[in-house]
């Protein structure tokens, strides 16, 4: 019984500790992604029907910081893919080259 506990615990453990990474992450993503749709709709002044694609990065090998989070932006009649993110010291949305 104790050595069937000595397995368990870490097993439960490490099994919370991927759910509670994996959900942070994707809130981290969806919170970004929102504000990008909201910045592009309110500041530029692109309708949303001209947002052809909004998807969501996270580069933890490249970038550092804010950047990690970032969202891959298509707008329609333009060739070319853009990328954004949120910086939340200056509460600002930052039009980021594609690398």
Do not use: C
């Not at 990474?21 to 990008?36: D, E, M, Q």
């Not at 500041?43 to 910081?65: R, Y």
């Amino acid at each position: 019984m104790k050595k069937k506990k000595t397995i368990m615990i870490p097993l439960l453990i490490a099994t919370v500790l991927i759910i509670t990474s994996y959900t942070y992450v994707k809130i981290k993503l969806h919170l970004t992604k929102n504000a990008v749709e909201e910045y592009l709709i309110k500041e530029k002044g692109i309708k949303k029907q001209e947002i052809e694609e909004l998807h969501p990065v996270f580069d933890w090998i490249k970038s550092s910081g804010d950047r990690k989070w970032s969202v891959r932006v298509k707008i329609k009649g333009d060739n070319e893919y853009y990328g954004y993110y949120k910086d939340r010291k200056k509460n600002k949305i930052i039009l980021d080259p594609l690398r």
